[in-house]
């Protein structure tokens, strides 16, 4: 058992769960993840390990409530605990000296992309971020990021927060600035984001690394659930990833294959909102 220190939420259905995991906080790296069970019997859930304190024997989960089972894991109080946190999981980024690193998040992916940014900065890469969202209230860990980065952007789809408009027009601006043309780039959000974003450096010939989230089960590589397209080769997430070059990722097959279960998905919230409103009833 594994108990919840904290639960935070950054943004709507976003938490911050901040785990008692000493094991996982001492050998985790930069890059690797979590497979959770909320009990016995539930789903399992891979999460980027957010950040670790070795010393108090932490690891914080950032978790967006889209089904049953992230809702399960979001309702856990401080003091409540989670049945199963298994890992550290995936390989670590890989870490060099690049010189100016653009780092990207969509969304929910700035949660992924937040220990990857600590880690270039800390490998004395100068760090350029740009985070995005629908609106403010999805912009997450701005002033975390902005502590490790040289400049932040901030960009949201109606303007409520920082630039009106996508992650990807920024990049453009420092694309055509020789000042500010990054030696690297690192993208994690959705996937039509992070193929923009590959699209835009191979042209210039840039590094480029993204986070993949397909579909995970075990985590270890057995059941060939999380498989991706890398080059024309098959790769699983959970081993060889979760991060591969941008520049060398179907990411339509990713988007088909993470549509797979959308219709059964979809039919079991609505079970659960049918099931919400009756209780509802009988309370009134
Ligand atoms: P969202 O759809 O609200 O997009 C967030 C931001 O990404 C936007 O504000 C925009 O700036 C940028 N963006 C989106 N589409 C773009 C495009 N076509 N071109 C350029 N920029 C674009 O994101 P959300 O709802 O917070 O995130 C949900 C998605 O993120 C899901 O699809 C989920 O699978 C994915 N996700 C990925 C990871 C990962 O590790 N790669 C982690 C968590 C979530
Ligand atoms: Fe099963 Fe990766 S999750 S092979």
Not at 196 to 224: H, Q, W
Request: charged share 25%; aromatic share 4%.
């Amino acid at each position: 058992m594994f108990e919840v220190l904290s639960n935070e939420v950054l943004a709507p259905d976003l938490h911050r769960l901040v785990v008692k995991a000493p094991r996982v906080a001492r050998a985790r790296k930069a890059g690797q993840f979590v497979i959770v069970r909320a009990d016995i019997g539930d789903e399992r859930i891979p999460l980027t390990i957010g950040d670790a304190d070795s010393e108090a024997g932490t690891i914080s989960l950032f978790i967006q409530a889209i089904g049953a089972s992230t809702r399960k894991l979001v309702g856990i109080a401080p003091g409540g605990h989670i049945r199963d946190v298994a890992g550290p999981l995936g390989m670590a980024t890989h870490l060099e000296k690049w010189g100016r690193a653009v780092c990207i998040g969509g969304g929910v992916g700035t949660a992924v992309l937040y220990p990857l940014v600590k880690a270039l900065e800390k490998t004395g890469n100068e760090i350029t971020t740009i985070i995005g969202g629908r609106s403010a209230s999805y912009v997450i860990l701005q002033n975390e990021l902005k502590v490790l980065s040289k400049n932040l952007f901030v960009t949201t789809d109606d303007g409520s927060l920082g630039e009106k408009g996508l992650v990807t027009q920024v990049l453009a601006r420092l694309l055509s600035d020789p000042e500010q043309r990054p030696h690297v780039v690192f993208a994690v959000g959705p996937g039509p984001m992070m193929k923009a974003v590959a699209e835009m450096t191979r042209a210039e010939k840039i590094p480029t690394m993204v986070s993949l989230n397909p579909i995970m089960i075990d985590g270890t590589g057995m059941c060939g659930g999380c498989r991706v397209d890398v080059g024309g080769e098959v790769k699983f997430a959970c081993v060889d990833g979760p991060e591969f070059d941008g520049h060398l990722v179907d990411f339509d097959l990713l988007r088909d294959r993470l549509g797979t279960y959308r219709e059964q998905e979809q039919a079991q919230n609505h079970v659960q909102e049918q099931a919400k409103c009756k209780i509802g009833r009988g309370l009134a």
